[in-house]
């Protein structure tokens, strides 16, 4: 085992104990526990066994499971930002209403 092998596996057990503790605090749903540890444990599985992305290179068509892993890593990351995206823009169309609301109910109070 390579010393980069042996760095990632330890890093997604950390991420993976982590994910853990957020799920206790409540900050993550029972959903997202199992997606987020599903994630690190596929990460541990492709460093400790890398042949295994060559299935998902033949599935899809690409020479080298690496570079199957890569592209699929960079959709999923440009669908994270952009559902991060629209999740902003909602939060901030309801701070813009709640605002309103409390300048609303500012004013009418100050006319009693």
């Known amino acids: 085992m390579t010393l980069i092998q042996i760095l990632i ?7 993976m104990m982590r994910t853990f503790r ?9 959903a997202f526990l199992f997606a987020w540890l599903l994630f690190w444990l596929a990460v541990g599985t492709v460093v400790l ?3 295994t992305t060559d299935i998902l290179a033949r599935f ?18 440009f669908y994270a930002v952009f ?8 939060v901030e169309r309801e701070i ?12 009418e109070k100050k006319e009693k």
């Open 9 to 15: 596996v330890v890093f997604s057990l950390f991420a």
């Open 60 to 77: 899809v068509g690409v020479g080298r499971g690496v570079d199957a892993i890569m592209y699929v890593s960079i959709l999923g990351l």
């Open 49 to 51: 066994l890398p042949k």
């Open 96 to 107: 813009t209403k709640l605002v309103r609301r409390l300048a609303v109910d500012s004013l």
């Open 22 to 30: 957020q799920f206790k605090k409540g900050k993550l749903t029972l």
């Open 83 to 90: 559902r991060l995206i629209v999740r902003i823009e909602e």
